[in-house]
């Protein structure tokens, strides 16, 4: 059976809902590689990618697109600082900062 | 139509359920990875899937391997694969494509982007149904397909439907990699040959020319299909693009070699022509898919310029250029 446009436009708000309270769980990881620094492990550095991989893929979708600009330049610069030498850099570090306000603004709204 | 929805991220599983309730009569069954997708698949009674929704990255199996394994197992030849996944890199696009691919849409999408691709794969489904139909018939029966069908190849490496090319190069718009030409090659005197072939004996005909060009691209990063009209369209990097003469010397000398059985005028060999290189940089965004017709126009036409000099200097003792 089709569904109405507003039945979608409730149906998206769920997933919304779901997706900032997952959110917030998401940015510990982010916050654990805040908090080591350029002394972060790789692994905690590739779930870090993992997370921001899957926040970028559907934040635009859900009409967050400042996060998910900011989740996407972050990945890709994690993605060539862990190519390089297996943890993040400084560039990388301030990518995962800018990410964590974009984050921080949305979950206070 | 139902729609097997690939993807290990539950969120985006959820929008494009959502999505596509809003689209009519369908039924959306998901699944978290590509063994899960495979478990599904391999399932008694065997499952109808009329349109497949992959994502590229995903644990273990990932999207591109997923497609291979769809068009290789013989029950989803021609079933739309629409890649859904944030991806960008020309290479994962390429590789998707020649995996058996039909379309992409980049991560994060748009909802009507979404519905919009859906509709076209249902076109595209429903257009499949009858092709298949028609392909058990025509395996029964000598009905030839028209000359200026593209008759659907399987099996010759990165080779993809003509449906596939046609989306493939407004992608390559869409996400500013102008960095690619088209080049169309012909079979010359093609009308000719078709009319004094059977149906099966012009399929493998363009099966094997096929063939021919993809395995003396081989060292290229290229797509290519067949147009119909015996013409074949190869999307190739720009930097890339090899001497056209040359190139088309070891494919017609390679055509000699196979020693076809196909019932020519004056028994002569098959032979291929390239029309001119068309790069797609320089084409507005929205009239891209100019540059497919472009180069098919001009790879016909060199096929007939050639054919009317030979006749002048056959028959008016002109010189053959």
């Known amino acids: ?109 | 139509m139902k729609i097997l929805a690939v993807d290990d991220d539950e969120f985006i599983l959820e929008i494009v359920g959502e999505v596509i309730r809003t689209m009519g009569d369908h039924e959306v069954v998901t699944a978290s990875s590509a063994i899960e997708a495979i478990d599904f698949l391999s399932r008694e009674p065997i499952q109808e899937i009329d349109c497949f929704l992959l994502d590229i990255q995903m644990p273990g199996m990932d999207g591109i391997e997923l497609c291979r394994a769809l068009r290789s197992c013989g029950a989803f030849p021609l079933t739309p694969v629409v890649m859904l996944t944030a991806m960008t890199d020309k290479r994962y696009i390429d590789n998707a494509y020649a995996a058996g691919a039909n379309d992409y849409v980049v991560k994060p999408f748009e909802v009507g982007e979404l519905q919009h691709r859906i509709r076209q794969a249902e076109q595209r489904a429903s257009l499949v149904r009858k092709q298949l139909q028609d392909l058990d018939e025509d395996a029964g029966s000598s009905q030839k397909p028209g000359l200026l069908e593209p008759i659907q190849i399987f099996d010759v490496d990165n080779l993809i439907d003509y449906y596939a090319l046609e989306n493939y190069v407004p992608l390559l718009s869409r996400r500013s990699l102008f960095g690619s030409a088209v080049v169309g090659f012909h079979i010359r005197k093609v009308a000719d040959i078709y009319e004094r072939c059977s149906s099966l004996s012009f399929r493998w005909l363009i099966e094997d020319v096929a063939e021919t060009i993809s395995d003396q691209l081989r060292d290229y990063q290229f797509l290519m299909s067949y147009a119909g009209n015996g013409t074949f369209l190869c999307v190739i990097e720009e930097h890339q693009v090899p001497n056209l003469r040359k190139l088309v010397d070891a494919i017609n000398l390679s055509l000699q070699k196979l020693e076809l059985q196909v019932p020519t005028p004056g028994n002569q060999p098959v032979r291929v022509c390239a029309g001119d290189m068309v790069r797609l940089l320089g084409h507005a965004s929205d009239k891209i898919e100019n540059a497919l017709l472009q180069a098919r126009a001009h790879a016909e036409r060199r096929g007939s310029d050639m054919e009317a000099r030979l006749d002048e200097f056959w028959y008016l003792g002109r010189g053959a250029q």
């Not at chain 1, 809902?17 to 940015?27: G, I």
């Not at chain 1, 390089?84 to 306000?101: K, M, N, W, Y």
């Open chain 1, 1 to 109: 059976m089709t569904a109405s446009p507003a039945a979608l436009a409730g149906g998206l708000d769920r997933i919304n809902q779901r997706f900032l309270a997952k959110l917030e769980d998401q940015c510990r990881v982010l916050d654990q590689l805040l908090e080591a620094g350029q002394g972060a492990d790789t692994l905690t550095s590739t779930e870090a990618l993992y997370v921001l991989h899957k926040i970028a893929g559907v934040a635009g979708t859900l009409g967050h697109t400042a996060l998910g600009q900011a989740s996407r330049a972050c990945e890709q610069q994690l993605q060539s600082d862990i190519a390089v030498t297996g943890q993040p850099s400084p560039a990388g570090l301030a990518a995962i900062a800018e990410f964590r306000h974009q984050a921080a603004n949305l979950l206070q709204r």
